[in-house]
């Protein structure tokens, strides 16, 4: 459904990112994923009456590295807030989150969308915990009478990431996520597996008539858990508005889920109800005093972010598209710039890590940190290639090798005997041989069929096993035809 | 009266209380009486005054992110009043 002719869409992301700390926010229960049932669980997290939790400094610690690196200010002064609601997900039938005072505020970030870039501000971020896991059982989610609690996750800290309602398209929407995510898997933040649910999208979207300037009404889409789940529900939540104010009909400002199975959204509760949280400073914590000393601290230990990292490639001579591919990841930009610490031309490593590289760690679903060939061993085999010592074809099949075995290019190439022929008076022969028993392409050649050359190269490379030096061999035999 | 029969009804609603008509009349007038006598503090000049954030002048209790152990699966659903393979167990709560 085509709804860009008639409407505009304004869509604000909140997004729940699990920290990477070892223990739960307000007590000592670890954080690994998965576990028995009920067995990552003490008295605080379960809420048993009496207890008290105590904030980990740890989440203190990533929450000011988060949002120094998406531009926050850090608040001097913040605290926690009890957001109470009813649901088996809590063991205390509130959630210790921030409400009036978070931690960081009025960040943002850029994102690129057809060559336009864009600021999208980020309205805040607050420390809170996760809630437990329900599993229904019985046929359907409806027919069961009971729902069972695993509260491993309850208490696991998060970082939720508010932004402006700055997003007008779809793609602007992936790009700002893309974005996110890897400021937070840069800054090592949350290792960002979404697959365990280590981070979690709300969308908030509502259309407007094209030159309208108020907001239509929302709906908010909880709990998405993957890129393409986002794309998809974003698709059918316009769509489904678009219908709506096409037939006069009103928007119903709700909270809604995502059905995956089905591709729809599905209406959960009305907003005015479910968001009566009746927040109310947390008692049993006290405040967070933040000074600009820890600050300065944490923004020393920030690494290089995606964004400045794209900007100093892109400066030495690299595409906006491969300076993209090559810091997708922490893991791959750290490779690549090893590499270039080792004297690589920049285009040059990039092509081989992005293409044959990352071919071979794909076929065999290696990640780059763990790959069996370094930077250093792949600068040295494209050293050889400008040296004039392996032919671009040949180099590629050494890599192969090194991958397989771990050793260097120059064994490799020793072993083999693979290095170029680039010695004159070794090829002046072949090409001679060859010359002498293609008479009839000798003469095409002569009689203007420049054609003819490319057969006589092709079986001087046959017959020198492609080790021939491509460029001498045609500038050999030319001469030698001239003659 | 600062809180009518109607938010009486509304907060408990809220909190998943069932009450009657004698006790949504008690609570009203109770809730009243509390804010009134709270409402002593609005004489009081706060000029100049921070918000209070916390009743205890404390700031910045931190533990290290050491992992300590949890606790038995026995001693978990010791007190659950339904228990299964080791879920708790409560009625479910359909929100759509």
Redesign the interface.
């Known amino acids: 459904m085509v709804v860009a002719d008639r409407y505009e869409m304004v869509c604000g992301l909140e997004v729940h990112v699990e920290l990477q700390t070892k223990t739960k926010i307000f007590c000592g229960c670890t954080t690994e994923f998965g576990g028995e049932q009920n067995t990552h669980v003490c008295p605080v997290c379960l809420g048993m009456p009496g207890t008290l939790p105590v904030l980990n400094r740890e989440v203190v610690n990533y929450a000011i590295r988060a949002g120094l690196a998406l531009n926050c200010e850090i608040a001097d002064f913040s605290k926690f807030d009890r957001k109470n609601y009813y649901y088996p997900d809590l063991t205390k039938n509130y959630q210790t989150s921030q409400f009036d005072l978070p931690i960081c505020k009025n960040g943002g970030l850029e994102i690129e969308v057809d060559g336009v870039k864009k600021w999208i501000g980020i309205t805040r971020a607050h420390m809170e915990e996760d809630a437990g896991k329900l599993v229904h059982s019985g046929e359907t989610i409806t027919t069961s009478d009971a729902s069972s609690v695993d509260y491993n996750r309850a208490g696991v800290p998060l970082l939720e990431i508010v932004s402006e309602p700055d997003l007008r398209s779809i793609p602007e929407v992936l790009a700002y996520l893309e974005q996110l995510v890897q400021i937070l898997e840069y800054t090592g933040v949350s290792d960002c597996r979404m697959e365990q649910g280590s981070i979690r999208f709300d969308v908030n979207v509502s259309l407007r008539p094209i030159g309208s300037e108020a907001f239509g009404t929302r709906t908010e889409t909880k709990n998405l858990n993957s890129f393409s789940s986002v794309r998809r529900c974003m698709e059918y939540e316009v769509a489904r508005q678009a219908r709506a104010l096409d037939d006069g009909e009103e928007v119903i400002q709700e909270t809604r889920t995502w059905d995956e199975g089905r591709g729809i959204t599905l209406a959960l509760r009305s907003k005015e109800e479910a968001h009566d949280y009746r927040y109310f400073p947390e008692p049993d914590l006290v405040p967070i005093v933040i000074d600009r000393q820890w600050v300065e601290e944490i923004r020393k230990t920030l690494p290089e972010l995606p964004r400045e990292r794209r900007n100093r490639l892109q400066e030495l001579g690299l595409s906006a598209y491969d300076a993209a591919v090559v810091t997708q990841t922490k893991a791959m930009a750290d490779y690549f710039d090893q590499g270039l610490a080792q004297g690589a031309e920049a285009k040059s490593l990039a092509n081989w890590v992005m293409g044959d590289l990352t071919r071979l760690l794909n076929s065999n679903q290696c990640q780059i940190v763990d790959s069996p060939v370094s930077a250093q061993q792949l600068v040295e085999l494209i050293k050889l290639i400008d040296k004039g010592t392996l032919s671009g074809k040949i180099a590629k099949s050494v890599l192969e090798e090194m991958y397989a075995s771990g050793k260097d290019a120059e064994q490799i190439v020793k072993e083999k005997g693979l290095a170029q022929i680039s010695d004159e008076g070794a090829l002046q022969g072949i090409i001679d041989g060859v010359i002498a028993a293609n008479p009839q392409s000798v003469e095409d050649y002569h009689a203007g069929k420049e054609r003819a050359i490319g057969f006589l190269v092709g079986q001087i490379m046959k017959a020198t096993k492609g080790q021939a030096n491509p460029g001498l061999v045609n500038q050999l035999l030319k001469k030698k035809l001239s003659d | 009266m600062a809180i009518s029969r109607e938010d009486v009804i509304y907060v408990a609603?809220?909190?998943?209380l069932e009450l009657n008509e004698q006790e949504i009349q008690d609570y009203t007038q109770q809730l009243n009486s509390i804010l009134d006598y709270a409402a002593m503090l609005e004489h009081l000049d706060t000029e100049g005054v921070v918000p209070t954030?916390?009743?205890?002048p404390?700031?910045?209790?931190?533990?290290?992110?050491?992992?300590?152990?949890?606790?038995s699966?026995d001693k978990?659903?010791r007190?659950a009043p339904?228990a299964?393979?080791?879920?708790?167990?409560?009625?479910?709560?359909?929100?759509?």
């Open positions: 609603g809220l909190a998943r954030a916390h009743a205890v404390l700031h910045n209790v931190l533990r290290e992110d050491e992992v300590k152990p949890s606790i699966h978990t659903l007190n339904d299964e393979e080791g879920f708790f167990r409560v009625p479910r709560i359909s929100l759509t």
